[in-house]
């Protein structure tokens, strides 16, 4: 039988991501296992077609989107709660700290 410790679930609040958010907690609710809800807010050094005219604003900027999307994780109800959540924002490119996250979460979540 599977045995799943941990469970990353990125998170970007669309429409289309809810069934995955849904299978997630049920996985992380039928195996007791952590769930770590990752939500990544694009840096606006990325978004800027010159990053050098940000430099001063980006890091209040980004700032400003983790502080939002933080309380917007935060505030994120689950049909089931399971046991252990985390709710994780980071800033940067997706793909990249999706990633990171994946291989940081001890040796690795087993469902990514």
């Known amino acids: ?5 941990r469970i990353l679930a990125p998170i970007d609040f ?5 069934p995955a958010l849904r299978y997630a907690t049920e996985f992380a609710t039928r195996f ?8 990544v807010v694009q840096s606006p050094m990325l978004l800027s077609p010159d990053p050098t005219l940000l430099t001063g ?34 800033e940067g490119a997706p793909v990249v ?3 990171e996250a994946g291989f940081q979460a001890a040796v690795g979540p087993n469902v990514v």
């Open 14 to 18: 669309s429409e289309l991501g809810e």
């Open 97 to 99: 700290e999706i990633v």
């Open 57 to 90: 604003t980006a890091t209040e900027l980004g700032e400003q989107w983790v502080e939002a999307t933080r309380r917007q994780l935060d505030q994120l109800s689950l049909v089931v709660e399971p046991p252990h959540v985390a709710r994780v924002v980071r």
């Open 32 to 39: 007791d296992a952590e769930l770590h809800l990752l939500s």
């Open 1 to 5: 039988m599977i045995r799943l410790k």
